[in-house]
């Protein structure tokens, strides 16, 4: 089966350039001509050994896979490819690129049969490679001293590689950071604790093995917090009662309480400039305390609680409200604001 309406896949290739590519081939010279051609020429090259690649990746690897994992679909054509599976696919063309500009310095009769027959060690090490670029292991073993730490225990030596390969791989599960789901199987079929084996029993598991990690700092970070800092971010997509897409909320920088110290605090500052202001003019400390503490903090009522889940939002502006019905309260609340207003250096223009 055939390719059915292949896109070409750089712009600006033509036949012309890829029979140069096949012909430097046949002469030995290809990865040299390509690693001393300037930028523009190198350009070309690349996209021809991409225009080469593509078809023999698609028809040699990557339908062979689709049939196996069962996506008939996507084994028709490129064009058929779902997101993950071209994902996939772009990974091992690069790779099958990389590997005939590093290994093509000596004369190859035919291209597309050399690549052929190599897909396997293009793919393998374009995986490692892409890994180490993450920062992960290419090989992730468990160290010795690891080992140890785990109690030589099969199972969660098992996961701490498991752990080694997923922080290499650069999607992610879904909304989550470890795909418990899996593992949890994975688990089941290890033990044969069928019943036990949980994705929240996974949880646990994945946590005694990155404690252990952590027992090494300078490695954990190196082959684990790093190369997952450089996972894609998930894309969540929402669905609401009519059926159709919705955005989700925007992930939030800061922590909800500090959002609400940063106002009480530029609330204050303001506080402190209008009553220093107001004093100077001469008015009654009393009413000018009172009047500026319920204006700053009492003016927008309610408005903190409409971006928040019900009881979760501030309810600080109704306790002012309260203290300021009370006279003996109010008596200590403008000894206070007084004591801080002559000893702020705020300046009053």
Not at 245 to 262: C, G, I, S, T
């Amino acid at each position: 089966m055939s390719v059915s309406n292949p896109p070409t896949w750089r712009p600006g290739v033509d036949s012309a350039s890829v029979d140069v590519v096949r012909d430097f081939a046949r002469r030995g010279v290809l990865a040299p001509r390509v690693a001393s051609a300037s930028v523009e020429r190198r350009r070309i090259l690349v996209s021809a050994v991409y225009e080469v690649a593509w078809p023999v990746v698609f028809n040699r690897l990557t339908r062979v896979l689709e049939i196996r994992r069962g996506h008939v679909a996507c084994s028709h054509s490129v064009l058929s490819l779902a997101d993950g599976c071209l994902d996939h696919f772009h990974d091992d063309v690069e790779s099958a690129v990389e590997y005939v500009l590093r290994h093509a310095g000596r004369p190859i009769a035919n291209l597309e049969a050399w690549l052929a027959s190599r897909l396997r060690a293009a793919t393998v090490d374009g995986h490692r490679r892409r890994r180490g670029r993450m920062g992960a292991l290419q090989r992730p073993r468990v160290p010795r001293w690891l080992a140890k730490d785990l109690g030589e225990d099969r199972w969660l030596m098992s996961l701490a590689t498991q752990v080694l390969l997923w922080v290499g791989v650069p999607t992610t599960a879904g909304s989550g950071l470890w795909p418990v789901s899996a593992w949890a199987h994975r688990r089941g079929l290890a033990t044969g604790d069928w019943l036990g084996s949980s994705p929240a029993t996974v949880r646990r598991e994945v946590e005694e093995v990155l404690a252990a990690m952590r027992r090494r700092p300078k490695w954990y970070v190196d082959h684990v917090e790093t190369p997952l800092g450089r996972k894609q971010a998930p894309v969540v997509t929402l669905v609401t009662e009519d059926g159709t897409n919705a955005e989700p909320p925007a992930l939030p920088l800061v922590e909800e309480h500090e959002l609400d110290d940063e106002r009480l605090a530029g609330l204050a500052a303001d506080a402190i400039y209008a009553i220093q202001a107001r004093l100077g003019r001469g008015e009654d400390a009393r009413t000018v305390v009172v009047d500026v503490i319920r204006t700053m903090f009492c003016s927008d009522l309610g408005t903190p609680a409409l971006s928040r889940a019900p009881h979760r939002a501030p309810d600080g502006d109704e306790a002012v409200l309260v203290l300021l019905d009370d006279p003996e309260r109010v008596a200590r609340v403008v000894e206070a604001a007084l004591g801080i207003v002559v000893g702020c250096r705020v300046t009053v223009h």
